[in-house]
Each structure stands twice: as C-alpha cells, then as structure tokens.
C-alpha cells in the first residue's frame, strides 16, 4: 500500500485549486438547478470492480513484453488491486479468474480484507488446456462434441461457484472461445444445443443467491463462428436458462458500428442486463483503457443506465477487462476507474425533464445538445473531491509514480521471462 503521509502531502499541493474549482464548478451547476453536493455524493457511492488479470501486462497473438514488478500470483494482484482502489476510491471489488487466482479461499478472504477489498464476479477459464487437465478444450469446451470433455468443462465452472461461495462472491462470467474456424466443421444448431446443455448443469449448481452471466464475443478464437457471438444469442441463452441468467456486456464484443447503448436499452427491458467488462476499442476486442477512444460513447452507456437506474431489478455488475500492452497497469486500472465514473456523473448532470421535452416535441436538435451540454460539462472537481473526502489521492497517477511503488515491487519480484502470445 502507499503511504498516506504521502498521499496528503501530494493532496495538499492541490487542495486550494481543487477548492476553487469545486467552488466555481457548483457556482455554474447551480445556475442550471443542480446540487454539485448531491453529484458528489452519488460519485463516492459509485464503484466499478477491477480484473485481478489486468494487473499484468498483457500481450497480443504474437507477443507478450513482461513489465517490471508483475505480480507472482494471486496474492500481488490483490496487493496491486489495493493500491488502485487507495488512491481511486472507487474500485473497492476485485474479479478473480480461475484458475489464474486460484488459492486457498480463507487465505483470499483473508488478504482481501486486510487491503479493504471484496470480490465480484468468478470468471471460469476453459478456453486454454491446464497441466492437468485431462480432455482438451482445443476443438470446445462447453459446447464439445465429446461429453468428457463437455463434463470437464462443466465441473470447472461448479468449482468457480465453490471458491466464489467462500470468498463471498455473488455471481459468475461464462465466457467460451467455442466456435468453428471453417465452413461445416461443426453444426451451428447442434453446437448451441450442446453449450445450452452444459449450461443448464451449470445453472444448476448456482445458489440460491448468485447469478450467471453470459458473456457473447463476436469473433477470436473462433473466426468462422462463435456459438455466443452476439447480443442476441446471449439474451437467448438468459432467457433459457431461467431468472437466475443475465447477460454481460463487453464494450468490445460488437461488431463495428453498432450501437451498444441501444444493446443496453434492450437488455434492461428484457429484464437481463446483469452487467459490464468496460474496456475501449478502435477495431475489434482490442481492450484497451476505458474512454481513451471513444469517451462519448461510453457517456451515451451511462445515459441509458441512468435514465433507466429506477428499473425494478436492475443491478448490475460494472467491471475492468483490459490488456495493458505498453503502459504501467495499475496506471491504466486507476485512469479507466475515473473514466468510467466520470461517464457515470456526466450522465446524472442530464436534464431529463429538458431531454423528454424536446422527445416529445420532436426537437432531434436540442435533444442531442442536451446530451452535449453535460458530456462537454468538465466534472473533474466533483471526482477529485470526491477522492479527497474518501481518502484518496487528487491525482493518483501522480501520487502513484511519487510513491515508487513500482519500482519497490520490481526489486521484490522477480522479472517474467518474455514469453508468447497471450493475455497473461
């Protein structure tokens, strides 16, 4: 963790500044009827949970360049997840991925608590072999044509279920790379049938309190097919499955151009929205930092989320899923944190009763400059003082790099050999 001498020291540099703009800020949101007090008030109330895998550097099909000070296991992923969330306030959850995170629960529980962090969703892996495994999952998992290897698949994710019920987890992510690379090398109906199968096993093992989301991709591995390759098939799978089934929704699993916030809508109404992996992309999966390539439409998300946040039933899951390629990662978790909850406050500072008038009058002009006003409006002072009131840092990449963390961990962890392809 960082030094909280540190951390006020770096926050009284910045104090007097942040006082007058808060102050200013308040001024011209007042004109317009809002609370700045009640804006920051719902910031701090706002968390999203981080990925325990994005705390080390990822890579691509080709290559993976290891970062100094990686995490060894588990165990430095939280101690990387807990910093994040010291100098954020506002990723107080971590996902695990098994079997990545895999270790004794009491130990998790026991770490986690010791940092001021819970768990979120368990994400399941069965699109990679493990050493001791004893079917492959090279041609699929869930939806395989060979039922041992179906079975196999199926008891991983019951395991997932297990740890999470011991470390106080709710929900769990089922994400497959089944699919097809060919023409006619699988049936597309009989492959779905079989994933639907394998799921209901799973579904079955839920408790009474948990949820399952279903997590579509549109392409990679699978480039011909993918059995959950969109919006659709994933709400298919919800319903099928029963009350305890929602969807997951990755800002990055769409095919270009469309219209996710509209995904959103839908989902909501269908009463299976269950949540989000946050990322951004240019063309594809490309999972990068929240908000650096397209902040608008993540603001447009929000815009749905809040116009519909009085839906009975709604809660959802918000998560991280980034791949962190050529920046520190804690630095990137920290700046996407802010991101997302800077969407998340330009969304409450839309003046619904304004937007609905111009709806019903037709007015598609000042509909869409209604949204522009509170996209364009700069709600940095309401996040950084509602980090200061939290505890946490003004500007946490700048107290971060001022606290050396990194290089500290770097000489205590030994540098990973430079290795393949892959995520971790």
């Known amino acids: 963790m960082i030094d909280k001498a540190l951390i006020e020291a770096?926050?009284?540099?910045?104090?007097?500044d942040l006082a007058q703009d808060y102050e200013a800020l308040g001024a011209r949101l007042a004109r317009r009827g809002v609370d700045i007090e009640a804006l920051t008030t719902r910031a701090m109330g706002f968390g999203v949970a981080v990925p325990s895998w994005g705390t080390g550097t990822g890579g691509t099909r080709f290559a993976?360049?290891?970062g100094e000070g990686e995490?060894?296991?588990i165990m430095d992923k939280l101690d990387d997840c807990g910093v994040i969330h010291q100098l954020t306030a506002a990723t107080p959850r971590v996902s695990l991925h098994i079997p990545w995170d895999k270790a004794d629960p009491s130990d998790l529980r026991a770490k986690a608590e010791e940092l001021g962090l819970g768990f979120d969703a368990m994400n399941s892996n069965t699109f990679q072999d493990q050493p001791d495994q004893a079917h492959s999952y090279k041609f699929g998992s869930l939806s395989h044509t060979d039922a041992a290897t179906r079975q196999q698949a199926i008891a991983h994710n019951l395991e997932c279920i297990e740890i999470g019920q011991q470390i106080g987890a709710k929900a769990l992510t089922v994400w497959i790379g089944d699919g097809s690379n060919f023409p006619g090398q699988t049936s597309l109906s009989w492959q779905f049938d079989r994933y639907l199968e394998s799921m209901k096993a799973i579904y079955a093992g839920l408790p009474d309190d948990w949820r399952i989301f279903s997590e579509h991709k549109i392409y990679e591995p699978a480039f011909y097919s993918t059995v959950v390759q969109d919006w659709g098939t994933s709400l298919m799978t919800a319903q099928e499955l029963g009350p305890k089934a929602q969807?997951?929704?990755d800002l990055g699993h769409h095919a270009p151009n469309v219209n996710i916030e509209m995904i959103v809508s839908r989902l909501i109404r269908a009463g299976k929205l269950g949540g989000f992996h946050f990322n951004d992309s240019k063309y594809g999966d490309d999972d990068l930092d929240s908000g650096t390539i397209d902040?608008?439409?993540l603001f447009l998300v929000f815009n749905e989320l809040v116009e519909l946040e009085d839906t009975p039933g709604l809660d959802l899951a918000h998560m991280i899923d980034q791949s962190h390629n050529v920046t520190d990662p804690i630095e990137s978790l920290m700046i996407s944190a802010c991101e997302i909850q800077r969407a998340f406050v330009q969304a409450l500072l839309v003046d619904r009763v304004a937007l609905e008038g111009y709806r019903q009058e037709n007015d598609a002009l000042m509909a869409a400059a209604t949204l522009r006003e509170a996209f364009r409006t700069d709600v940095e002072p309401i996040l950084a003082m509602a980090r200061l009131r939290a505890g946490a840092a003004?500007?946490?990449?700048?107290?971060?790099?001022?606290?050396?963390?990194?290089a500290k961990v770097a000489a205590e962890r030994p540098r990973t050999a430079a290795g393949g392809g892959g995520i971790v």
């Open 71 to 73: 995490p060894r296991g």
């Open 10 to 16: 770096e926050n009284a540099t910045r104090r007097p």
């Open 394 to 406: 003004l500007d946490p990449v700048s107290a971060y790099r001022a606290s050396g963390y990194r």
């Open 64 to 66: 993976r360049f290891p």
């Open 247 to 249: 969807c997951l929704v």
């Open 295 to 297: 902040p608008f439409r």
